[in-house]
């Protein structure tokens, strides 16, 4: 690649790997730089500036939810399924951000889930900055994320990873010293291995909480740690992709109403497709399609009714995204009664959601011989707001395009970049 971009994008990736590149997609990228790059932002219109500034209103809802968890029964008790008694606590929700994945739709933006999770972070500010750098006015300035940091967070400490996330680790160290750290702050991102150990320094938990129930370093380490210390805090509860579905639940309707303000309320259930929780569909607002009354009833409804997608919570340990997503107007009779049933015998928590179908633009990228190309992609944005100060403010931002495919995630054969309005 000849442009200034990538180049540009490049000088990151060499210094802080960004992730594999598969074999397969090796002849089509950069080895310095594991996607394809667009010549210019993504442009979204004036009439999305609306949901670009949803932070306040999803920063309130995450806060609702978590106070639904401390005061309401039944909240609590599906909050806290498949976890340990020491994680099903009360803690105040300690996180540097939000992150809701929106997909482009024909009606506008659809929120697929939340993710509090860094990874994806650190990419977002190379791209934006990469951007910005080549003249374009970006949603989010330059040194708006490092800023925002800075502010929240203590002198010293440490982003502890796991070996499951280990392939992020160039984005980790990224965060560590270009973002976390400043003139009087000193950060570094380390594994968390046999030979692991901290002292009073704050812990930036950069390793899913279910891997305190399979991984002993991980373990002994939460186990040695004052548990206030940690950041994201331990709140799996609010790491559930179910707390989507409490917005279309009768139970927790008129509070979420009062917490919300009518006008948030509707707001964001016009955002998050209907969503039900496995095993507690008596309180889906809407009711189950074709009078059907459990999640088992999808299986034999024809496609044009079981357009849905079964997803796998969030407090669990499955290898892959892909595999804890099933969309069930696509999957063969045999693997929708499979993963149904596995669902409704869980421990933990599934959910089903209506598919919102992406729609697809028109994308160019440079192809690898320095010429543009173009692919027909669909649009997942992800914005960044912050939450530890409750202002809901934008501080990042990254779009993810991606063809041929209704998985929308940082694929090598995709394209990542930073976004416009225009």
């Not at 106070?67 to 099903?88: F, T």
């Amino acid at each position: 690649m000849s442009n200034k971009i990538s180049d540009e994008i490049s000088t990151y990736s060499r210094q802080y790997p960004l992730y594999a590149v598969k074999d397969e997609y090796k002849d089509a990228v950069s080895s310095d730089v594991p996607f394809r790059v667009a010549p210019e932002p993504l442009k979204l219109r004036y009439s999305d500036q609306e949901v670009i500034e949803l932070g306040p209103a999803i920063c309130n809802y995450v806060n609702a939810v978590m106070e639904l968890y401390n005061i309401n029964e039944d909240a609590n008790r599906l909050l806290n399924r498949g976890k340990p008694s020491w994680m099903s606590t009360w803690r105040e929700p300690a996180y540097l951000f939000i992150r809701p994945d929106l997909i482009l739709t024909k009606d506008g933006f659809s929120i697929c889930e939340i993710e509090t999770s860094p990874f994806g972070l650190a990419l977002a500010d190379m791209v934006n900055r990469a951007y910005i750098d080549n003249g374009f006015d970006t949603l989010v300035p330059k040194d708006k994320l490092r800023e925002y940091v800075q502010k929240q967070l203590q002198t010293s400490g440490t982003l502890a990873f796991s070996n499951k996330v280990k392939a992020n680790v160039g984005q980790l160290h990224y965060l560590a010293e270009k973002i976390f750290s400043a003139d009087n702050k000193a950060w570094d991102a380390r594994l968390i291995d046999d030979d692991f150990s901290i002292t009073d320094e704050a812990v930036y938990r950069a390793f899913y909480l279910s891997e305190v129930l399979s991984d002993e370093n991980i373990c002994q380490m939460v186990e040695n740690t004052d548990k206030e210390s940690f950041v994201p805090s331990i709140t799996p509860q609010i790491e559930e992709k179910a707390i989507l579905s409490f917005i279309w639940d009768k139970r927790f309707e008129r509070f979420l109403k009062s917490h919300l303000g009518l006008g948030n309320f509707y707001f964001l259930k016009h955002l998050i497709p209907p969503t039900w929780i496995v095993g507690e569909e008596e309180h889906f607002v809407l009711g189950l399609p074709e009078g059907v009354s459990t999640s088992l009833g999808l299986i034999d409804l024809p496609e044009s009714k079981r357009k849905f997608v079964l997803k796998q919570s969030g407090f669990s340990d499955f290898s892959s995204w892909g595999r804890g997503v099933t969309f069930l107007h696509k999957a063969t009779r045999k693997d929708r009664e499979l993963r149904l049933l596995e669902a409704q015998n869980s421990e933990t928590l599934y959910i089903v959601q209506h598919f919102e179908e992406g729609i697809e633009k028109k994308i160019s990228y440079y192809g690898n011989d320095g010429n543009i190309a173009t692919m027909m992609a669909k649009i997942r944005l992800c914005p960044f707001y912050g939450f530890m100060d409750n202002s809901g403010d934008l501080i990042s931002a990254v779009a993810t395009c991606c063809e041929k495919t209704d998985y929308i995630h940082g694929m090598t054969s995709g394209v990542n970049t930073a976004v416009i309005i225009s």
